[in-house]
């Protein structure tokens, strides 16, 4: 089973700024098949990106993806107010379960 | 627009039972891959189970493996979680999602998530 670290636990970050959020994968998913999703309080997580760098629907070119293999980025280039969330990574594809990170959460400094 | 309403979610004292509903609508449901998703009180998302568009393939975390069981009716576009021998830990949100894309019902392929209900509160306590 693959785990998925996020880091860090905690990001504290102004508007404006640039947020880069990590996920390392403890063997290597297989097709970066490798999910982003921003979960706010009191609401269901939402899909921001898959297969590591594409962006879902109606997600805003601010948000991008990358890597490969074990480690993978999320960036957020000009953080918004409403962008302060918690962020998780998923793996998905072609192992008979999902897992996901314990998440990032981005808080306004 | 994709529209997944989960309920059947309430109190129950350890070793009950519960069974939770998801009601699609605005979605192909019989070709969707269909999940349960759960989340405890300030913690993080944990997957549960997967089940394929013909029903075929059915997949469960460790945590719940035996004690749950998924199943779907696509004629009433609706996804189901029969929960046994619940425990305090299985307090949380259940939420059901499902990837956009076109499942193949043998479960070789599990999509990411596009679509997500509101989720459905089980408490277990005695």
């Known amino acids: 089973e693959i785990v998925l670290t996020q880091s860090p636990g905690t990001l504290s970050l102004s508007p404006g700024e640039r947020a880069t959020l990590s996920c390392r994968a403890s063997?290597?998913?297989?097709?970066?098949?490798l999910a982003w999703y921003q979960q706010k309080p009191g609401q269901a997580p939402r899909l921001l990106i898959y297969g590591a760098s594409s962006r879902a629907t109606g997600i805003p070119d601010r948000f991008s993806g990358s890597g490969s293999g074990t480690d993978f980025t999320l960036t957020i280039s000009r953080l918004g107010p409403e962008d302060f969330a918690v962020y998780y990574c998923q793996q998905y594809g072609s192992s008979p379960r999902y897992t996901f990170g314990q998440g990032t959460k981005l808080e306004i400094k | 627009e994709v529209q997944l309403v989960e309920s059947g979610g309430g109190f129950v004292q350890p070793g009950g039972s519960l069974r939770l509903s998801c009601a699609a609508s605005g979605v192909t449901f019989s070709t969707s891959g269909m999940n349960w998703v759960r989340q405890s009180p300030g913690k993080g998302l944990e997957w549960v189970s997967y089940?394929?568009?013909?029903?075929?393939?059915?997949y469960y975390a460790d945590s719940v493996k035996g004690r749950f069981t998924i199943s779907r009716d696509n004629g009433k576009d609706s996804l189901y979680l029969q929960m046994d021998s619940l425990r305090a830990e299985d307090t949380a949100m259940y939420y059901c999602?499902?990837?956009?894309?076109?499942?193949?019902?043998?479960?070789?392929?599990?999509?990411?998530?596009?679509?997500w209900g509101q989720g459905t509160l089980v408490a277990v306590s005695s």
């Open positions: 063997q290597s998913v297989s097709n970066n098949y």
């Open positions: 999602a499902s990837w956009g894309g076109h499942d193949s019902g043998s479960g070789s392929f599990l999509g990411p998530f596009d679509f």
């Open positions: 089940i394929s568009s013909s029903s075929k393939a059915k």
